[in-house]
């Protein structure tokens, strides 16, 4: 799987973890959209560090899919620990 099918795989797998944990961030769309990038690459790089799974040369494999927005999701919940949850503003 090659560079760009990471981005776009993380692409949608930050809307679906937007979907997933639905609330103000932060950053907006265009931090929600880094997030969802970086959270596919943090999720494979873990499935083959910790769950010692090779990357499939599929971007339709399953596993792909649940570690993307696994890792996405993750870095959501810290960047809004580490930056603040917005609706908690007035």
Request: proline residues 4%; charged residues 15%.
């Amino acid at each position: 799987m090659g560079i760009v099918s990471w981005i776009v795989l993380g692409l949608i797998a930050g809307v679906i973890a937007k979907i997933l944990l639905p609330g103000r961030d932060p950053g907006g769309l265009v931090g929600t959209t880094l997030t969802g990038i970086v959270g596919s690459f943090v999720g494979g790089w873990l499935s083959v560090k910790i769950l010692d799974r090779p990357i499939p040369k599929d971007v339709f494999d399953l596993s792909t899919w649940v570690a993307a927005i696994a890792g996405s999701l993750v870095l959501l919940i810290l960047y809004r620990l580490l930056f603040g949850n917005s609706r908690e503003r007035r």
